[in-house]
Every structure is written in C-alpha cells, then in structure tokens.
C-alpha cells in the first residue's frame, strides 16, 4: 500500500523523537509537514521506491534545521527503522539533528544556511546538462533567503532557464531570533522571485490540496523559467501552544509538554 503521510501521525513521529533524543526544532519542522507530504505522496519520483535510484527526482532540504519533517516521511515510505526514531541523537544514531547526505534519501548535507540552495541548482543543471527529466525540489526558509548564496543561484537558475528546478519557500515569518521582518524585512516575496525571472506563485502552505494544484501549474507550464512557490505557514502548526511560539525554535520537550502535545494532535483541532 503506498503511504498516505496523515499529518497527524508525521507530526507524532516529530514529537516522539524530538522527545526521545531531547532535541529542538520542533516548530520548524511542523511548518513543513504538508509540504513533505504533498511531494513524497504525488511528486517526487523514486524508480521502484529505491531514493538512491539513478533517475530519481531530488529533494533538497536547504533549511536543514526542519530534518525531522524529511524523516517522518522517510518512515513512512520504510526508508528507515522504528528503531532509529527511539534512538534519534543517541551515540551512534544514524538520524542527525540536520541533513547528512551519508544517508539514502537526504540528497546534502545542510543546514548552513543559504547552501543547499546552490546545490539544488546545480543537481538542476546536472540533469539538464544529462537531457534527463529529473525535477530538483528545494525548501528553503523566509529566514534563509536573507543570505546572498540564494540571489546568487537565482541568477544562475535564472539565466541557464532551470526550468525542472523548483524552490518552495516556508513563509513562517520567523526565524531564529525573533520575526523576519523585524530582522531584516522581506516585504513580497513573491515580488522578489519574479523580479528575478522566475515563475511564481503563493498559496496557505498547509492546504495539501493547493499545494499539489500549484506544482502541477507550475510545472505543467511551458516556460523555461525555474519555479517558485511560496508557502505562507505557521511556525508550530498543529500544537495550538507551539504555534506562532518561536520559543519553540530551540525549546527542549519535557514529560508534560511532550504528554500536552501528543493529546492535542490526538483530537480533532490543529
């Protein structure tokens, strides 16, 4: 049967191992959640499940910090053990607290910020250059693309008309420190991709349905521009006392919190 990826249960998966290895990010990785769903389930193309398969599609998590989301998923599609879930950040666990390209699946290793962007762009123009129709998927945070590596790869994706190359951008209007906007404000993001020649859109980044009709659009477009998609979300979506909290970009959870959280998710509201 192929893997319905609930968000519910991603997001249990989230909260069961942050609290088992007592690690951070939570937050960050619950905004993504439909995000990662929508693509493992309709998008992303891995030749007989295999993700080291030669013409498989790429995913590149730049915002390395939301991992755990990519690792429910992996679960889901039987990439990775229960077992490496109870042990995430123990000695010797294979799940690091960012991408490690060391295992099948995650395509980088990421998490400085602004990278993995660059990277995409060149698995992009790799499969261009091989006349292959490989699509990249990168995911980058608001935060993120205040680093200039992003602009630069814009302009490269850009002007070698990556049109099988994808950014969708996870516009949870945090960041580490405090608000974007008050960090270094961004005003449209949208505006900004299209300014610099690619094709764009926006849409509620937890509307799974509007999420796959917009990659289809964008894809299914004839352009030779790359893609954009903006993604307005809820840092915390689904935890009604993690959403819009940015404490918990590095809060820790303990046996109430974590006991809190997965009793909320079990009922009805998010």
């Known amino acids: 049967m192929h893997p319905t990826f609930d968000t519910k249960k991603l997001r249990r998966t989230i909260l069961d191992m942050a609290y088992a290895g007592s690690g951070v990010h939570i937050a960050c990785a619950f905004s993504i959640v439909e ?3 929508t ?35 992996m ?5 990775l053990p229960d077992e490496a879930f ?7 666990s294979a799940l690091k607290g960012l991408p490690d390209s060391r295992l099948p699946g995650t395509e980088v290793d990421s998490g400085s910020l602004g990278h993995g962007f660059s990277i995409g762009v060149g698995l992009a123009m790799g499969a261009k250059l091989s006349m292959t129709d490989q699509k990249t ?6 935060g993120e693309i205040n680093e200039g590596p992003i602009w630069e790869g814009c302009l490269f ?21 405090g608000k974007t906007n008050e960090i270094l404000a961004l005003n449209s993001i949208q505006s900004k991709f299209e300014s610099f020649g690619f ?3 926006s849409i509620d980044g937890h509307d799974e349905i509007a999420i796959s009709q917009a ?32 404490i918990w970009h590095y809060t820790r959870l303990n046996s109430d919190t974590h006991a809190k959280a997965i009793t909320e998710l079990s009922g009805d509201s998010q």
């Open 86 to 92: 109870s042990n995430y950040l123990s000695d010797g």
């Open 157 to 177: 994706a850009s002007h070698h008309q990556l049109h099988n190359f994808m950014v969708i951008i996870d516009e949870n209007g945090f960041q580490a420190m």
């Open 215 to 246: 990659i289809h659009q964008l894809q299914k477009n004839r352009s030779k521009s790359p893609k954009a998609l903006i993604a307005q979300t809820i840092k915390g979506k689904g935890v009604s006392f993690m959403a819009h909290n940015n």
């Open 137 to 142: 998927y990168v995911i980058v945070g608001d």
């Open 199 to 201: 094709d764009t859109l």
């Open 35 to 37: 995000i990662m769903a």
């Open 75 to 79: 679960r889901e599609l039987g990439w």
């Open 39 to 73: 693509l493992y389930r309709e998008h992303l193309r891995f030749p007989n499940g295999d993700p080291d398969a030669a013409t498989r599609d790429y995913l590149v998590l730049s915002k390395g910090h939301g991992v755990m989301a990519q690792y429910a998923c």
